[in-house]
């Protein structure tokens, strides 16, 4: 079935098409097939692109929302883990020049990629949303906008407030690096097969006054380590952190800065990570860097 024959609204065309070319759908890797052409257009126009830019789309699947970003005439870099898929792929769009494909798991080939994107998004699979999302927030140079699909739980994890159960290191390091959005929902039905769950397009745009890539990824580092144990407290989580960091500080040095610090900034030394806001915990990042 070539592609001007394959309709991507269609769960009977999609399926003729997977079963012609040897294919199925994969629950491990979480790949569900957005049939809606409205909500595709959505996340389209919320990108905001523009003729010969660079784009980068995770989890192409079998090309809905890739066509869409070819006929905008964006360079196009599609990360798809499904060698099969990577195989029809290559055959459905061989005639686009401004459409290459890295075949592999994107967590494993996003940081060896040399032409970075203005643009990223995709379908995010449930069981690593946020381990990506973290990775291209610890990249070297940020797009400048992005555009994700994921559970909507998970999208409320992502822009959630000091003192809600959702609240996480995922939180903090979005917040601080981005502003965050939660554009639209998406019903299930919107998808084939079918997910038992609702989903979210999420918008983040990086801060102008950004911290550099490798501030990023060590307030990415303190922030995993500070919620690491929601029933310890926010001192003695960052104790394990620095004495992680230098191990040939004395303990009772560290244990004297450290409060020293939390005076300073008028925080409790009782208090937990979860009651911080993201600014108040980045304040307390960078006074321990003089550790």
Not at 278 to 284: K, N
Request: glycine fraction near 6%; include cysteine.
């Amino acid at each position: 079935m070539s592609q001007d024959k394959l309709n991507y609204d269609s769960p009977a065309s999609i399926q003729a098409f997977l079963e012609q070319n040897g294919l199925a759908v994969s629950k491990r890797l979480g790949q569900n097939f957005l049939i809606d052409r409205s909500v595709r257009s959505r996340i389209v126009k919320a990108l905001e692109v523009e003729e010969g830019m660079q784009v980068w789309e995770i989890g192409p699947g079998i090309g809905a929302m890739t066509i869409l970003l070819l006929e905008e005439k964006v360079r196009l870099t599609a990360f798809e883990i499904d060698y099969g898929f990577v195989r029809v792929l290559k055959g459905l769009f061989s005639e686009y020049e401004n459409f290459c494909i890295v075949k592999g798991d994107v967590l494993k080939t996003l940081c060896s990629q040399k032409d970075l994107p203005a643009r990223i998004f995709g379908n995010l699979p449930y069981n690593s949303a946020f381990a990506i999302i973290s990775d291209i927030l610890e990249m070297e140079i940020l797009p400048q906008h992005m555009v994700f699909t994921l559970q909507k739980e998970a999208a409320h994890r992502m822009v959630a407030g000091p003192g809600t159960k959702d609240y996480s290191s995922l939180s903090v390091l979005c917040t601080s690096v981005c502003d965050v959005r939660i554009l639209f929902d998406i019903g299930s039905s919107a998808f084939w097969p079918r997910p038992r769950v609702t989903s979210s397009a999420v918008q983040l745009i990086p801060k102008k006054k950004s911290m550099s890539a490798l501030e990023r990824k060590d307030f990415s580092d303190f922030v995993r380590a500070a919620f690491s144990s929601r029933r310890k407290t926010l001192r003695n989580t960052l104790r394990f952190w620095i004495k992680q960091r230098s191990p040939f500080l004395d303990e009772a040095k560290i244990d004297t800065q450290l409060q020293g610090i939390l005076e300073e900034l008028g925080i409790e030394s009782s208090i937990r990570a979860e009651a911080l806001a993201p600014d108040e915990l980045f304040a307390i990042y960078r006074q321990l860097q003089s550790i």
